[in-house]
């Protein structure tokens, strides 16, 4: 059974990087995509972005300036950073699998991510 | 705005059935497998159908998964209290080279 599990700080203030990491558990680290996806208070589902062991990355067009995916293949752990944020960033983040279709099948806890002065 | 269109909301009573509609266009929908997700709120979605049809295990056969041409439908029948979430479309956009959601459908069992 996959496991993942996400921490990282839940306040920032505005102008801050955000920083979480994701560990997963169980299953293969290297043949999937590993995901961030957002969602807004309010608001719907927004993928943020995805790393591949051997395709790279991708991102969010209106984000791609700001984030940072990364992984750590020793730890089984995989990263979003964040630049500069501000209130429009505030959402819960989640962390995800994806089998590189679009099929998002495992999902972290979640973590709510504020920014406020 | 979202690229996969969702109506905001339906309803229906319990043991009834609902239709959820999700439009896209040729380089989402029209090109890739269509997955359906449900969120309640203070949990972490759930992957409930995926390759437009399939369900995992765990998604009990009350709910189905359609595609045609651009545009994807997920049916939800024996409605009950419990099937209260959101449910979002998604699939990936070949243009975009990104992961695209619908704006999520809100479902209430009245």
């Known amino acids: 059974q996959v496991q993942l599990q996400q921490w990282g700080a839940g306040l920032l203030k505005p102008s801050e990087t955000l920083s979480l990491t994701c560990s997963v558990y169980g299953g293969s680290f290297r043949n999937y995509y590993w995901t961030w996806i957002r969602q807004p208070p309010g608001k719907g589902l927004e993928w943020i972005g995805e790393i591949n062991h051997s395709v790279g990355t991708y991102y969010r067009p209106s984000l791609k300036s700001r984030a940072t995916i990364s992984m750590d293949t020793s730890k089984n752990q995989f990263s979003l950073k964040l630049t500069s944020v501000t209130a429009a960033d505030t959402a819960m983040y989640y962390c995800?699998?994806?089998?590189?279709?679009?099929?998002?099948?495992?999902w972290g806890q979640g973590i709510l991510v504020t920014v406020s002065p | 705005q979202s690229v996969l269109t969702q109506p905001p909301a339906v309803s229906a009573a319990p043991g009834q059935k609902v239709t959820i509609f999700c439009s896209g266009s040729t380089s989402n929908i029209g090109d890739n497998y269509v997955s359906w997700y449900q969120h309640v709120p203070g949990t972490a979605p759930k992957l409930l159908i995926y390759d437009n049809s399939k369900r995992p295990s765990g998604t009990p056969d009350r709910f189905s998964g359609s595609k045609s041409g651009t545009s994807a439908t997920l049916g939800i029948t024996g409605l009950q209290t419990g099937d209260e979430a959101d449910y979002y479309c998604g699939t990936w956009d070949s243009s975009l080279s990104a992961v695209i959601f619908g704006g999520g459908t809100k479902l209430t069992v009245l």
């Open positions: 995800a699998r994806d089998d590189g279709s679009g099929k998002v099948d495992y």
